[in-house]
């Protein structure tokens, strides 16, 4: 069955940092991966997704995500963070013959000044 | 846009109560899904569906049922609400194969 292993439940920052937020999938099939951020009392909003072709996925609000076939992960980044990216980040792996997303148990970011 | 509407943000309902929430997305999506989210468990899959008048459980069905009559509406059925049942409720939509999307979110509450 398919899994995601968010790697850190919670990740405190200063702002103007660089983040790194952990993700990894375990499937030896193709699979498309996405990001989602959900914000306090928010539903989940699109932040990026990788389905073919270049490793390096750019999304909105300046993040970026990178497609490790050999080690299975799609870490994502952002090189300075603002503190309206606190929020809650969710990593989610989809195989592309099947309806249904797996999900990580979600990553909670939080901008300090 | 993709637009996925959940109709009641809030609710608060009694025990044994029967609730619906209700579900409108307005891009054609064959799947359709119903997710509740809890502090520490993530988004569990409930129920979703592939076409009208179809279904499947989830990983955590028990005390739920849904129903899609039109292609664009899917609801969530709690027969008889348990407290245990406190929760977000997100539904969210698809074309087979692609980015799923999401609506906002029902905050219910069972006193």
């Known amino acids: 069955a398919q899994s995601v292993t968010q790697l850190d439940s919670q990740v405190p920052v200063f702002e103007e940092a660089p983040v790194e937020l952990r993700c990894n999938y375990s499937?030896?099939?193709?699979?498309?991966l996405f990001w989602y951020v959900q914000y306090p009392n928010q539903g989940l909003q699109l932040l990026l997704k990788?389905?073919?072709?270049?490793?390096l996925v750019k999304g909105i609000n300046g993040f970026e995500a990178e497609f490790n076939k050999s080690q299975t992960s799609f870490h994502l980044r952002k090189p300075s963070v603002h503190i309206s990216d606190t929020a809650e980040y969710f990593c989610a792996a989809l195989r592309g013959s099947n309806y249904k997303l797996t999900f990580g148990k979600g990553t909670l970011l939080t901008v300090n000044p | 846009d993709v637009k996925v509407t959940q109709s009641s943000r809030y609710l608060v309902k009694r025990t044994g109560e029967k609730v619906f929430l209700e579900c409108v997305q307005d891009m054609d999506h064959e799947n359709m899904f119903w997710y509740r989210q809890d502090p520490g468990l993530g988004l569990r899959l409930i129920y979703f569906?592939?076409?009208?008048?179809?279904?499947e459980k989830g990983d955590i069905p028990e005390g739920y049922s849904v129903s899609r009559e039109k292609k664009e509406r899917f609801s969530l059925i709690l027969e008889s609400a348990s407290t245990n049942q406190t929760s977000m409720y997100l539904c969210?939509?698809?074309?087979?194969?692609?980015?799923?999307?999401f609506g906002e979110g029902s905050w219910l509450t069972v006193v």
């Open positions: 969210a939509s698809s074309h087979t194969g692609n980015t799923i999307y």
């Open positions: 499937s030896s099939v193709s699979v498309y």
């Open positions: 569906s592939y076409d009208v008048k179809m279904k």
């Open positions: 990788y389905l073919s072709g270049s490793t």
